[in-house]
C-alpha cells in the first residue's frame, strides 16, 4: 500500500476555492474623494463619519509610502477596489445567509466552531459582514458583540465615536489613513465591568473578490476587573493579481481587566498585508497576543500596547513562515509609560525556499516608567541556504530604573536530528517538517485548539512544497 503524504491527508483548496463573483455593488478601482464619498453614502454615515473618511484621504494623500520595509511596488492603489459589497444583508440565522456564502465558510469550518466551542461569531464576506449571531447567556451578561456598521448608527453610538481610530490615528502611517478613508465591516465589542466570558468570541473574514481590498475595523472595549478572549482569523484565495488588507484592531482594556486576543492571518500569496493593531492598557491590566502568519506575499505587522496604567502588562507570542515569494515583516511594540509594568515578546520565525523573514520590535520606557521589566526573545530557524532571517531590536529607555532584556537566535536544522529520525523510519520531509512543528511548540499551545491544529498542518504543508 503506498504511504498517504500529508499534502492528500490536508487539502489547501479549503483556502484557495474560489466562489464566482456575485457580488451586489462595488466601487470603481482606485482612490478618489468621489469613491470615498460613495462608500459613505452607501453606508449612510452619520456627518462626523463623513468628515472623517475625507480628512483621512487628505491625510494619505500627503504622506510617503514607506520606504524602510519590503518593497509595495507591485500594489496599485489605482487597481484596488475598495468596497464590495455582497448580494446579502447581515443575517442573525445561518439558514438565512446565501448558499454560495454560506457553503464558503462551512468549508472553513466556521458555523461547526461556532457549535463547538465559541461564544459568538461574526463572518465577514468582502467588505461586509454577513452574518452574526451571539450566545443568549453572553447576552444575558450585557456584553455587545456586533458589527461596526450597527454600533456605528445604534445605542453605542457614542461609545464608537469616542473610541474610534483614537489608538491608531490616520497620521500614525499613509495606511492607517487609507484605512480611515475607505473602512467598512468589522466587530465591535464591549464587555461589561467584572464580567467573564467564559468562551472565546470569534470574528473570520474572508476576501473573495480578485483585486480587492479589506478594510475591516476591529473595537473591542474591556471594563474594569472584566475578562475576555477573542478569536481573529483571515483566508483569501489565490489569484494572479494584486490584492490588498489594510485593517485596524483597537483595543481598550480596563483596570484589573484581561483580554487575549488570538489570530491566525493565512491569506493567499497575492495579498499585501498592511494591517495595524494596538492596544492600551490601564492600570493592573493584562493584554495577550497571541498570533500566526503564514499568508501574504508582503506583511508589514507589529502589534503595539500602550502600558498606561501601574502594574499593567503585556505577553505577545508570534510566529511567521515565510516560504517562497515571500517577504513577511512582523513583530511587536511597546511602550511602558507607567511604573511597575511589565512585557514579555517571545517569537519564532521559518523561512524556506527564499523566503524572507524579518523581526522587529520596539520597546519604549518613560520616564515614569519605573521599576519596569521587559524581555524579548527571538528565534528564527532557516531551513535552507537561500532564505533569510533578519532580527531588527530598537529600545529607547528613559529611565535608569529599569530591567529590560533582548535575545536572538538564527540557526537552521542539524544533519544529526534529520539522520535520527530518518533512522527511526521517517522519510527527510517528515523528519524536517517534525522539527519545524516542534520549533514552533510554544506558540501553537498558546492557541485554541483548533488553530493549533491548523498551523502545524499548515507547516507540514509548506514543508511538503505544496502551498504556492
Do not use: V, W
Given at each position: 500500500m503506498r504511504e498517504k503524504s500529508y499534502v492528500e491527508d490536508i487539502d489547501r483548496s479549503i483556502y484557495d476555492f474560489k466562489d464566482d463573483e456575485k457580488d451586489a455593488y462595488k466601487v470603481k478601482a482606485g482612490l478618489t474623494p468621489e469613491i470615498v464619498q460613495k462608500i459613505s453614502d452607501e453606508k449612510k454615515d452619520p456627518a462626523w463619519m463623513q468628515l472623517f473618511r475625507l480628512r483621512s484621504l487628505q491625510i494619505y494623500n500627503q504622506m510617503p509610502i514607506p520606504d524602510w520595509g519590503p518593497s509595495i511596488e507591485g500594489l496599485n492603489m489605482d487597481d484596488i477596489v475598495t468596497y464590495v459589497r455582497p448580494n446579502t444583508k447581515m443575517k442573525a440565522k445561518w439558514s438565512d445567509v446565501p448558499d454560495d456564502i454560506k457553503n464558503t465558510f462551512e468549508r472553513l469550518g466556521i458555523p461547526q466552531a461556532e457549535r463547538k466551542s465559541l461564544a459568538g461569531v461574526g463572518a465577514q464576506y468582502d467588505s461586509e459582514l454577513v452574518y452574526h449571531n451571539v450566545r443568549a447567556e453572553v447576552a444575558a451578561q450585557g456584553v455587545v458583540y456586533t458589527d461596526m456598521e450597527s454600533a456605528l448608527h445604534g445605542e453605542y453610538a457614542d461609545m464608537v465615536r469616542k473610541h474610534f481610530m483614537k489608538l491608531v490615528k490616520p497620521t500614525d502611517h499613509k495606511f492607517a489613513a487609507l484605512h480611515g478613508a475607505v473602512w467598512s465591516g468589522g466587530s465591535f465589542v464591549y464587555v461589561p465591568r467584572g464580567v467573564s466570558v467564559e468562551i472565546p468570541l470569534q470574528?473570520?473574514?474572508r476576501l473573495n473578490a480578485p483585486g480587492a481590498g479589506q478594510f475591516e475595523h476591529t473595537l473591542i472595549i474591556v471594563d474594569?476587573?472584566?475578562?475576555?478572549?477573542?478569536?481573529?482569523?483571515?483566508s483569501a484565495p489565490k489569484y494572479n493579481v494584486a490584492n490588498l488588507h489594510a485593517g485596524c484592531v483597537e483595543l481598550f482594556v480596563g483596570k484589573n481587566a484581561r483580554l487575549r486576543y488570538s489570530t491566525i492571518e493565512n491569506w493567499s500569496k497575492n495579498m499585501y498585508n498592511l494591517n495595524t493593531k494596538r492596544a492600551q492598557v490601564e492600570a493592573g491590566g493584562k493584554i495577550e497576543w497571541v498570533s500566526g502568519s503564514f499568508g501574504s506575499h508582503v506583511s508589514y505587522l507589529y502589534p503595539m500596547s500602550v502600558l498606561k496604567g501601574k502594574g499593567a502588562k503585556m505577553e505577545f507570542t508570534g510566529i511567521?513562515?515565510?516560504?517562497?515569494?515571500?517577504?513577511?515583516?512582523t513583530g511587536a511594540k511597546v511602550v511602558h509609560s507607567a511604573p511597575d509594568t511589565s512585557s514579555y515578546i517571545n517569537t519564532k520565525s521559518i523561512s524556506k525556499d527564499g523566503g524572507i523573514s524579518t523581526f522587529r520590535s520596539s520597546v519604549s520606557a518613560t520616564k515614569a516608567a519605573k521599576n519596569t521589566k521587559s524581555a524579548v526573545s527571538c528565534q528564527s530557524l532557516m531551513l535552507d541556504d537561500i532564505s533569510?532571517?533578519?532580527?531588527?531590536?530598537?529600545?529607547?529607555i528613559r529611565t535608569k530604573d529599569a530591567n529590560i532584556g533582548h535575545e536572538a537566535q538564527i540557526g537552521s536544522i542539524s544533519d544529526e536530528a534529520v539522520f535520527y529520525l530518518m533512522s527511526r523510519g521517517m522519510t527527510e520531509e517528515d523528519a524536517r517538517a517534525c522539527i519545524v512543528s516542534g520549533f514552533a511548540d510554544d506558540v501553537s499551545k498558546e492557541l485554541p485548539l483548533e488553530y493549533a491544529v491548523e498551523m502545524n498542518n499548515l507547516i507540514r504543508l509548506e514543508m511538503k512544497g505544496s502551498i504556492g
Open positions: 470574528s473570520y473574514f474594569e476587573d472584566a475578562d475576555l478572549h477573542f478569536i481573529e482569523g483571515c511567521t513562515f515565510a516560504g517562497k515569494g515571500q517577504n513577511l515583516d533569510r532571517s533578519d532580527t531588527i531590536p530598537a529600545m529607547d
